[in-house]
């Protein structure tokens, strides 16, 4: 019998040593939903993962690591998986190159690419915050024909994935951040759970290939991954486009124009985006006050935080305490 994509992760999870398998909340059935707390010797933080229906499987993690950690990637070749990664970054090294996804980033990638000789590794004392869906090739092929238009972009110039940007990108940032904001405490939350994991099927579904023009030069898109490590690790700072072009060698207006063609969005509306969904980890996972959490991400006055965090998440953050 072949084995699902759920218990494929599940058996993933017990072989890296990082997790230990908790009792499954309330309403949430033990066949279909497992979680996880990262082994506090060696870091902290949680995972869990849940089937909807047969065909959707939905991962959600947040946790960071006391060391570096590597691991060969083994993905089931049958299905096509999309990454939300909201905070940190995970590189993948394979014979042909290394490839690096950033926090608020969504990528797609296929099975048959990832082959026996991908590595992936991930960064010391970095938080890890991420939202992933696999579903099968058949069951996207199937829905993709009822959908006009709908062209799934399943290649990257020969690499493991691709980049999505866009309002396609920052539809799945939305969808995915609400999902990981739920609790599976409760038959409503789980069933938010899945209208939320079903809201990110759509959005792959719908994700058709945009005409990007041609890639900045190298030198502009690895000034691009530096502003992006920067902002990732200084959420709190008080960044300015000209402060950002000095660290990373570019000028204002070359950095502007390469982090929106490589990201699909403004520097500005990244650090907002990457702020909000911090913010709101650490409200609801970590217990901070709404005041803590606001100056954690670099907000002093409460109206200005609430009023990004609304234009981010559609609510105000007094309404998660």
Same mark, same amino acid.
């Given at each position: 019998?072949?084995?699902?994509?759920?218990?494929?992760? &599940?058996?993933?999870?017990?072989? =890296?040593?990082? %997790?230990?398998?908790?009792?499954?909340?309330?309403?949430?059935?033990?066949?279909?939903?497992? =979680?996880?707390?990262?082994?506090?010797?060696? *870091?902290?933080?949680?995972?869990?993962?849940?089937?909807?229906?047969?065909?959707? =499987?939905?991962?959600?993690?947040?946790?960071?690591?006391?060391?570096?950690?590597?691991?060969?990637?083994?993905?089931?070749?049958?299905?096509?998986?999309?990454?939300?990664?909201?905070?940190?970054?995970? !590189? %993948?090294?394979?014979?042909?190159?290394?490839?690096?996804?950033?926090?608020?980033?969504?990528?797609? *990638?296929?099975?048959?690419?990832?082959?026996?000789?991908?590595?992936?590794?991930?960064?010391?004392?970095?938080?890890?915050?991420?939202?992933?869906?696999?579903?099968?090739?058949?069951?996207?092929?199937?829905?993709?024909?009822?959908?006009?238009?709908?062209?799934?972009?399943?290649?990257? #110039?020969?690499?493991?994935?691709? #980049?999505?940007?866009?309002?396609?990108?920052?539809?799945?940032?939305?969808?995915?951040?609400?999902?990981?904001?739920?609790?599976?405490?409760?038959?409503?939350?789980?069933? &938010?759970?899945?209208?939320?994991?079903?809201?990110?099927?759509?959005?792959?579904?719908?994700?058709?290939?945009?005409?990007?023009?041609?890639?900045?030069?190298?030198? $502009?898109?690895?000034?691009?991954?530096?502003?992006?490590?920067?902002?990732?690790?200084?959420?709190?700072?008080? $960044?300015?486009?000209?402060?950002?072009?000095?660290?990373?060698?570019?000028?204002?207006?070359?950095?502007?124009?390469?982090? !929106? #063609?490589?990201?699909?969005?403004?520097?500005?509306?990244?650090?907002?985006?990457?702020?909000?969904?911090?913010?709101?980890?650490?409200?609801?996972?970590? *217990?901070?006050?709404?005041?803590?959490?606001?100056?954690?991400?670099?907000?002093?006055?409460?109206? /200005?935080?609430?009023?990004?965090? #609304?234009?981010? /998440?559609?609510?105000?953050?007094?309404?998660?305490?």
């Amino acid at each position: 019998m072949a084995t699902s994509t759920l218990e494929h992760y &599940r058996e993933r999870c017990r072989e =890296t040593g990082i %997790f230990t398998e908790n009792r499954a909340p309330g309403p949430m059935p033990t066949h279909s939903y497992s =979680t996880y707390r990262v082994d506090p010797t060696l *870091g902290g933080g949680w995972m869990d993962l849940f089937q909807v229906g047969s065909d959707l =499987t939905v991962g959600r993690a947040a946790y960071a690591l006391n060391a570096p950690f590597r691991q060969p990637l083994v993905h089931k070749s049958s299905s096509v998986g999309i990454y939300v990664l909201l905070s940190g970054s995970v !590189r %993948f090294k394979t014979h042909r190159g290394t490839e690096t996804l950033h926090g608020g980033c969504v990528w797609v *990638g296929e099975g048959r690419r990832m082959g026996s000789d991908v590595l992936y590794e991930l960064p010391e004392r970095q938080s890890q915050v991420a939202v992933s869906l696999d579903v099968p090739l058949g069951w996207l092929d199937a829905h993709a024909e009822a959908v006009p238009g709908a062209e799934v972009r399943r290649s990257s #110039r020969g690499g493991l994935f691709a #980049r999505l940007a866009g309002e396609g990108a920052l539809h799945c940032l939305a969808a995915a951040g609400s999902l990981l904001g739920q609790r599976p405490d409760s038959v409503v939350s789980r069933l &938010r759970m899945e209208s939320d994991a079903l809201d990110l099927a759509a959005a792959l579904l719908g994700l058709a290939a945009e005409p990007q023009g041609p890639l900045p030069p190298r030198r $502009h898109r690895v000034a691009v991954d530096e502003t992006i490590d920067i902002l990732n690790v200084e959420l709190d700072a008080d $960044h300015t486009i000209a402060s950002l072009a000095r660290r990373v060698g570019l000028n204002e207006c070359s950095l502007k124009v390469a982090f !929106r #063609r490589v990201t699909g969005t403004t520097i500005a509306a990244f650090l907002r985006e990457r702020r909000m969904h911090h913010a709101r980890t650490l409200i609801q996972r970590e *217990g901070q006050s709404v005041q803590q959490a606001a100056l954690s991400v670099g907000y002093a006055n409460p109206s /200005h935080f609430a009023a990004a965090f #609304r234009k981010v /998440h559609g609510l105000v953050p007094s309404s998660l305490r």
